[in-house]
């Protein structure tokens, strides 16, 4: 029963009832409303009740699957704030907060939009009402915010060829989306495209708990595009690598960043030493490391200080990530039709610069001829074809067509190697390979991948992807390779 008493007077003594059901007093103009135990607790169990996870939220059928996209950054689009940020999943933006006078408690009443999830933990809420939504129905949208991925379904990654259908009708296969070019980032697109060939290093990044011990954003950014990249659940037939660049940008103190063009070869190496850093564990390995590093024996011949037959021989070890190879000059002369011949080299020719007897003119910072040697083979091999000379006045293009397998490159009949290293451990299949396209500095970028499920290629270049033959892979300027191990 509800007891109600009007006190009328200029200054009254407000009676309240608190949770405990003593009596407060406090001074108040006008007349109030005194409100028996029995009022109080039953508000209290209604407000309760209220907050407590419901699976009959009224405002489920505004949810709209089209307008989300959690490929940016996630950041409140009022605060520019990255914490405690929710997305509206009626219009698809950023907001931060739940609780009152936040910015999204305030959208929902503003916008009458009322379903918003929680981009760290994922959980949804019923705003301003405020209470968690339990429904299997949102069990999609978790996921395309945070994909996952079993143990088993990553073994099973290479075998699928089951093509996946996004929510606007287009069909595409995981692990070959294309990815949204932002202005001048082809470089980092064909890059992060190689390196999705990579089997250990895609494997690694699928399972979040292989690195949740690390708080870097490059590393927990680059898992979750690794995991986009390769979700058959996804709402949009390609991805957007805007999060990851915004780590990027902010770890590399803007040597890499959105508008820059750069070069994919620079940003590799960046890319893998900076994740190297964050992984290592105490003996300084890692994912990385497992499967790209290798060794030189390395042999540097001086002259010495009383002429030309006094010479100094230094012989030393050292890891490396990426080969260089040098490419011959270009012809001086044209042909009958007033046009420059472009010249064609074996792989085999330019890889005898590791054979340990091939001299190497450095000039730099004093005269020396270096020799090369590999005494351990990484896994997977990165090679890099030296296209771009860069000198007071403009950088030159060596157009020169490097003529390479695509299977079996069999390493030991072209360079000696250690004993130690068995037959199988030194014959590779191309994985990857980046190409460039036009004049230096004003040209793009492309990479051609081979997918292992159906022993195709395919050439991706931004949001473009198509299968392609494989006579057209060998027929580029090629830039970058990866070749990955035999026996793997």
Same mark, same amino acid.
């Given at each position: ?30 007349? $109030?409303? $005194? @409100? ?13 009740? +209220? ?98 991925? =079993? ?10 060829? +089951? ?21 001048? =980032? ?22 979040? #708990? ?15 595009? =690794? ?11 390609? $991805? ?7 780590? @990027?940008? #902010? ?59 006094? @010479? ?48 190497? #003119?450095? @000039? ?6 270096? *020799? ?6 990484? *896994? ?19 157009? =020169? ?5 695509? *299977? ?81």
């Amino acid at each position: 029963m509800v007891l109600m008493k009007t006190l009328k007077s200029e200054e009254l003594d407000r009676i309240m009832v608190d949770e405990q059901g003593s009596i407060k007093r406090q001074k108040v103009e006008g007349a $109030v409303h $005194v @409100v028996d135990d029995d009022q109080q607790g039953s508000s209290l169990h209604r407000r309760r009740r +209220q907050l407590q996870p419901r699976g009959d939220c009224p405002y489920l059928d505004t949810v709209n699957r089209q307008v989300l996209d959690f490929d940016f950054e996630k950041k409140c689009s009022v605060s520019l704030e990255k914490l405690d940020v929710y997305a509206c999943l009626v219009c698809g933006k950023y907001y931060q907060g739940r609780r009152k006078n936040t910015h999204a408690y305030t959208h929902s009443l503003e916008a009458d939009h009322h379903v918003y999830i929680n981009l760290q933990n994922e959980k949804i809420y019923c705003l301003p009402d405020g209470y968690e939504i339990i429904d299997p129905s949102l069990d999609d949208i978790c996921h395309v915010l945070n994909p996952r991925f =079993t143990v088993e379904q990553v073994a099973q990654l290479d075998k699928n060829r +089951q093509w996946s259908r996004a929510l606007d009708g287009s069909d595409y296969l995981p692990g070959m989306v294309g990815l949204n070019k932002l202005q001048g =980032t082809d470089f980092t697109n064909v890059t992060i495209q190689s390196l999705m060939r990579v089997t250990p290093l895609r494997n690694f990044f699928l399972i979040p #708990e292989n690195y949740q011990h690390c708080q870097s954003s490059l590393v927990q950014c680059f898992g979750e595009l =690794t995991r986009k990249i390769w979700h058959a659940r996804n709402f949009k037939g390609q $991805v957007s690598p805007h999060e990851f660049l915004q780590s @990027v940008t #902010e770890v590399s103190k803007k040597r890499f960043c959105i508008g820059q063009q750069s070069d994919p070869l620079e940003f590799l190496q960046w890319l893998l030493k900076a994740l190297h850093a964050e992984l290592k564990n105490s003996k300084n390995n890692s994912v990385i490391y497992d499967c790209f590093q290798g060794e030189l024996e390395v042999m540097k011949e001086t002259d010495g200080k009383t002429g030309d037959d006094d @010479v100094l021989m230094e012989k030393s070890r050292m890891p490396f990530l990426v080969l260089g190879l040098d490419l011959p000059p270009q012809p001086l002369f044209k042909d009958v039709m007033d046009k420059s011949i472009i010249p064609q080299i074996p792989l085999f020719d330019i890889l005898k610069k590791f054979d340990g007897e091939t001299a190497t #003119e450095v @000039v730099r910072p004093q005269r020396a001829w270096m *020799k090369y040697r590999v005494t351990k083979l990484p *896994k997977y091999l990165i090679l890099h074809m030296q296209r771009f000379k860069e000198n007071n006045f403009f950088i030159e293009k060596n157009p =020169t067509i490097v003529n390479f397998p695509l *299977k079996n490159l069999e390493l030991k009949d072209y360079i000696p190697l250690p004993r130690k290293i068995e037959k199988s451990h030194s014959k590779y299949d191309l994985i990857a390979n980046i190409v460039h396209d036009g004049r230096p500095k004003e040209g793009s970028y492309r990479v051609f991948v081979h997918r292992k499920s159906e022993e195709l290629w395919y050439e991706m270049q931004n949001m473009h992807v198509s299968e392609t033959l494989p006579q057209m892979v060998a027929l580029s300027e090629a830039y970058l390779q990866i070749y990955e191990q035999h026996h793997l």
